[in-house]
């Protein structure tokens, strides 16, 4: 099992809109809608933001959003806030109860 | 509010054995439907799921650390534990404990604990 692939670093400034990506291949992303996705600030505990490729649990503001095509999962962060910027982790079902992560996304905003 | 906090010790020598704890708070670690997870975060790169154990005692483990690697509930206690045999370098890493009722997203996690392998 291969890590998830998110590119190192996205930004955008305040108020723009910002999509990670996480790719994997048929067996993991392509294959189940189990594609969750955390934020991260290094000292904290992860926060979960999106489960199920495009649920967002409660308490999570409605800029955020997931999708999937294929074997490609994307999170997208509308009306960028100061506060967003952290590390993103995708995460995938990968069948026979293991999970993979993707090897996380640094965002800045400007 | 469910929280969880990791314990243990920040230091061990190459080959000896890494041993965490996760306190649960919040919720009987007994109740049924819950995946009590170990996931570790290597400086610099990616999360790494270590495994789970369901709260029936069933244990499921990546594949590439199964033979090094034991997850166990105590339930007297409400913690989990993690056992990491043989340790390396390669282990240094950030451990967190986190909970699933899937068993593929995670929704509540401790804040991690730095474990460094090193003699």
């Known amino acids: 099992q291969s890590a998830l692939t998110q590119p190192r670093s996205v930004s955008g400034s305040p108020g723009q809109s910002v999509t990670i990506s996480c790719t994997g291949t048929i067996s993991d992303v392509g294959a189940y809608n189990y594609v969750s996705w955390y934020q991260y600030h290094p000292g904290k505990a992860p926060k979960l933001m999106i489960y199920d490729v495009s649920k967002r649990p409660l308490g999570v503001p409605d800029r955020f959003s997931g999708s999937k095509s294929g074997n490609t999962a994307s999170l997208t962060i509308s009306g960028l806030q100061a506060e967003d910027e952290a590390d993103y982790f995708c995460c995938s079902y990968a069948g026979s109860y293991t999970s993979l992560f993707g090897g996380g996304t640094k965002l800045t905003v400007l | 509010q469910v929280q969880l906090q990791e314990s243990g010790p920040g230091l061990v020598k190459p080959s000896q054995t890494l041993s965490l704890t996760c306190a649960v708070s919040?919720?009987?670690?007994?109740?049924?439907?819950?995946?009590w997870t170990w996931i570790r975060h290597h400086p610099g790169k990616g999360l790494e799921w270590i495994g789970y154990?369901?709260?029936?005692?069933?244990?499921y483990y990546n594949p590439s650390l199964k033979s090094r690697v034991s997850i166990s509930l105590d339930t007297s206690k409400n913690q989990f534990s993690l056992i990491l045999n043989s340790v390396t370098a390669a282990d240094t890493a950030v451990y967190f404990c986190?909970?699933?009722?899937?068993?593929?997203?995670?929704?509540?996690w401790g804040q991690g604990t730095l474990v460094s392998v090193s003699s």
């Open positions: 154990i369901y709260y029936s005692g069933n244990t």
């Open positions: 919040g919720l009987s670690i007994n109740r049924g439907g819950y995946y």
């Open positions: 986190a909970r699933s009722s899937t068993s593929w997203d995670f929704d509540y």
